[in-house]
Nanobody, 120 residues
């Protein structure tokens, strides 16, 4: 069983920044998803094992950056220029070979989520 542990969520004003981190051991394709109240879980960003390929939702391109440090078994999501509409629970996901890198159904392993709240 793969254990994913997220950290770094919190409350920030619009225009501010937060950095999320996910600890995961193993050779996995990693993704970040988010779910706002009353909405479906949506893709945010993902990264392959080597870090050579990254993918972003249009809504976060240019503001969020996904990265990984395999020596430390961590994946980070740097979130800048945050907006109130970024408010959601953010989930870390992992899969050795996701069936789809931008869809939640592609990932078998999930963290417990961390709350991000952006005030206006």
């Amino acid at each position: 069983q793969v254990q994913l542990i997220e950290s770094g969520g919190g409350l920030v004003q619009a225009g501010g920044s937060l950095r999320l981190s996910c600890a995961a051991s193993g050779r996995y394709f990693m993704g970040w998803f988010r779910q706002a109240p009353g909405k479906e879980r949506e893709f945010v960003a993902s990264i392959n094992w080597t870090g050579s390929n990254t993918y972003y939702a249009d809504s976060v391109k240019g503001r969020f950056t996904i990265s990984r440090d395999n020596a430390k078994n961590t994946v980070a999501l740097q979130m800048n220029s945050l907006k109130p509409e970024d408010t959601a629970i953010y989930y870390c996901a992992a899969d050795p070979a996701p069936r789809g890198v931008v869809v939640a159904t592609g990932y078998r392993y999930w963290g417990q989520g961390t709350q991000v709240t952006v005030s206006s």
